[in-house]
């Protein structure tokens, strides 16, 4: 349920009512937008009157929220929230693109890369530590190592860091990570996100191989039920009938996610195709559709690539991509 209020709401009247709603067991958010105060009850609100909040003299308008997401709903926060990582803010019309190996393999390839995607114009540095393999035979990720060797890129170019989670065991090593991503596989292994809820960093939540919009905001919703509010949300392609992509781009989760949420949404462009050659014209189409943002696998020798080489940029394709991004940029469509 959400209440509505009137601008400059009496603040002795607005305390009563909150006090009243607590008293019926009711956790409050409130949303400051630019047009209005909004309340956002959660809990048991199906014995809450409705007609008598209706009726208060601070109040516009009160209404039941069918979905089952509520922190993440938009009709909680109508809104954009804007992320904050680091001092780069995303979300908001902010677009940001998030660069970097699949795999951390090595303290020279890590760290040629964070300074060469720098260059280009990614603002964040992406790479991973703890990878989930189909094979239990493949390269598994440097694990521990993989994360100080992207401390020390991120000490050389000042990019912030977005590194995967595979497992709770893991938590206390992302102490100086500056965004965790929890990836397709994991989108629904709600006791890590429920203690991710705990933690102030922002969470990348990629949405899952076979999993529905309502699906991943639910997943959102977990993380924030615990209080915390920074998730950015993934497109990374869907399981279909295709074959000739690694996955299915559904790049109509882009307005249909900014309808149903505030959070922002970014696109992977590299998981959801598997081709490096398509990477270009998808992310061309991300930025078009309104997205926030961009995850891009780039490698300083793809045909090499301990993992995803095949869908990997040379740092001077990535270069490319961003020039051509830059000049889309200014005719997205972020209509909601
Ligand atoms: C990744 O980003 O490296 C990754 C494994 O992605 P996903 O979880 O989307 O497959
Ligand atoms: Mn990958």
Redesign the pocket.
């Known amino acids: 349920m959400i209440v509505i209020l009137k601008r400059d709401p009496n603040p002795e009247q607005l305390s009563n009512l909150e006090q009243w709603l607590m008293l019926q067991g009711i956790e409050i958010h409130r949303s400051e937008g630019s047009s209005s105060l909004i309340l956002g009850l959660v809990g048991d609100t199906s014995g809450v009157d409705m007609d008598l909040i209706r009726a208060l003299d601070i109040v516009e308008d009160v209404k039941r929220i069918q979905e089952p997401y509520k922190n993440a709903n938009r009709k909680f926060h109508p809104d954009d929230t804007v992320i904050d990582v680091g001092g780069v803010k995303i979300g908001g019309g902010n677009f940001q693109v998030i660069a970097g190996p ?2 951390v393999e090595s303290p020279e390839q890590i760290c040629g890369i964070a300074k060469s995607v720098k260059e280009s114009g990614a603002t964040l540095l ?1 790479g ?1 530590a703890f ?2 393999r189909t094979s239990p035979y493949a390269f598994q990720g440097l694990k521990a190592h993989g994360l100080e060797l992207l401390l020390e890129a991120k000490k050389e170019t000042g990019l912030p860091i977005v590194t ?1 989670i595979m497992d709770l065991s893991q938590l206390d090593l992302f102490g100086d990570v500056d965004v965790i ?1 929890v ?4 989108m629904q292994n709600f006791e890590l996100l429920r203690q991710l809820g705990h933690s102030d960093k922002p969470i990348l939540l ?1 949405r899952g191989l076979a999993n529905t919009l309502q699906e991943l905001l639910m997943s959102a919703e977990y993380i924030m039920a615990g209080g915390n509010s920074k998730v950015i949300l ?1 497109e ?1 392609g869907i399981r279909t009938f295709e074959t000739a992509t690694r996955n299915t781009l559904d790049i109509s989760a882009v307005p249909m996610l900014r309808r149903m949420t505030h959070l922002p949404v970014i696109i ?1 462009p590299s ?1 959801a195709t598997g081709i490096c050659k398509l990477v270009k014209p998808m992310s061309l189409a991300a930025a078009v559709s309104g997205a926030d943002g961009l ?1 891009i ?1 780039v490698h300083n020798d793809p045909a090499h690539a301990l993992c ?1 080489g095949p869908q990997s940029l040379t740092p001077d394709a990535f270069g490319d991509v961003m020039d051509a991004v830059r000049n889309v940029l200014p005719f997205a469509c972020r209509e909601i």
């Not at 990836?183 to 994991?186: C, H, K, L, S």
């Open positions: 699949c795999s992406r991973g990878k989930p995967e991503q990836g397709a596989r994991n990629k993934c990374r992977d998981h995850i696998e995803d």
